[in-house]
């Protein structure tokens, strides 16, 4: 059986905030993998790490100690040059309030990624909107679209490079039920059927069926959630 890379490995990572006596450990001694086509979620109040975690994930932050690699490329040493081009090419993220551009339609924000620089195999954007359904909508601007539909938007825009990771922060923090249930459904039809690892922090545990594995963190610490006791 042909094995493939991990879409992210974090290994020991440790992330250490602040200074002298007003240092905060944010992540300690964080270990995990996330194979492609992978939903994993994480769980935990605020304040746990969880958007720390995101945050070295996604060659934002450097950590302490530990090492990450995403696609199998180690963080440690890349020039900031060699960690933007690989955030715009690796890297995914997807933002509570889809982080729209104002002033573009649907199928304008999944142009501008694609103007950054570089990209290997984009996908077609006016295809992703399809996909998303959001096809309907290409020619509208973010105040004309619902909370939902900017979330499928945001989702797409973070697709059409084609990236290795997706990083997902509160997808559904700010939509009923029902949309939250699409959202998070769409989420992992595309790690699956794309081969995108994606992690997802939320505080909805009712979208978690949706998820491949869940995690907890609690003190910067990360442990398996047994849903079989839920």
């Not at 002298?20 to 993998?33: H, I, N, P, R, Y």
């Amino acid at each position: 059986m042909t094995r493939t890379t991990p879409g992210l490995v974090l290994d020991g990572v440790t992330l250490t905030l602040g200074d002298g006596d007003e240092t905060v450990t944010a992540l300690d001694d964080v270990s995990l993998s996330v194979d492609a086509g992978e939903l994993v979620a994480i769980v935990g109040p605020s304040g746990s790490g969880k958007s720390s975690l995101l945050a070295v994930a996604g060659a934002l932050v450097a950590p302490t100690s530990g090492t990450v690699e995403v696609g199998g490329t180690a963080l440690a040493g890349l020039s900031a040059r060699r960690l933007t081009a690989l955030r715009r090419e690796h890297i995914g993220f997807v933002f509570q309030s889809g982080n729209l551009v104002p002033a573009l339609t649907a199928l304008d924000q999944l142009r501008l990624p694609l103007t950054f620089g570089k990209v290997s195999e984009p996908r077609d954007p006016a295809a992703l909107l399809a996909e998303v359904g959001m096809d309907h909508r290409a020619r509208r601007r973010p105040h004309q679209l619902s909370g939902g539909e900017r979330q499928r938007v945001g989702i797409a825009r973070a697709l059409v490079t084609q990236p290795k990771l997706l990083l997902v922060d509160e997808p559904t923090a700010a939509l009923d039920r029902q949309r939250s249930q699409e959202i998070v459904g769409l989420l992992a039809r595309e790690a699956h059927e794309h081969g995108v690892a994606a992690v997802m922090v939320t505080h909805d545990h009712e979208v978690l069926h949706h998820c491949d594995r869940v995690l907890e963190m609690a003190d910067g610490r990360l442990s398996q959630v047994d849903r079989s006791l839920s």
